[in-house]
């Protein structure tokens, strides 16, 4: 079994920043992608930034400039830097990471989520 915890949540006005921690613990073989997720009332969840295991990167055009995204390997975590925050990032934001726990393809799992509150 496998969890990811996060932690870094909470309400900050707009203009200000945020640091999210994701870690991930259990029967890991190796992960692969990690990444960030958004769902804001009344959306769907989108893709906010991911990593892989070599460091690519990818964002979504909202948060590029803004938001870096980086992880430690040797500690199964993943990070997300949110600077210059505006109430459209208001979400709740769900980590997400690919992991074998043996031979196998990977499998995906996900955070409980955390709430980012932007006031403007």
């Known amino acids: 079994q496998v969890q990811l915890v996060e932690s870094g949540g909470g309400l900050v006005q707009a203009g200000g920043s945020l640091r999210l921690s994701c870690a991930a613990s259990?029967?890991?073989?190796?992960?692969?992608?990690m990444g960030w997720y958004r769902q804001a009332p009344g959306k769907q969840r989108e893709l906010v930034a991911a990593?892989?295991?070599?460091?690519?990167?990818n964002y979504a055009d909202s948060v590029k400039g803004r938001f870096t995204i980086s992880r430690e390997n040797a500690k199964n975590t993943v990070y997300l830097q949110m600077n210059s925050l505006k109430p459209e990032d208001t979400a709740v934001y769900y980590c997400?990471?690919?992991?074998?726990?043996?031979?196998?393809?990977?499998?995906?799992?996900w955070g409980q989520g955390t709430q980012v509150t932007v006031s403007s």
């Open positions: 997400n990471a690919y992991v074998r726990t043996s031979y196998t393809r990977p499998t995906p799992y």
């Open positions: 990593i892989t295991s070599v460091g690519i990167t």
């Open positions: 259990g029967t890991i073989f190796s992960i692969t992608t």
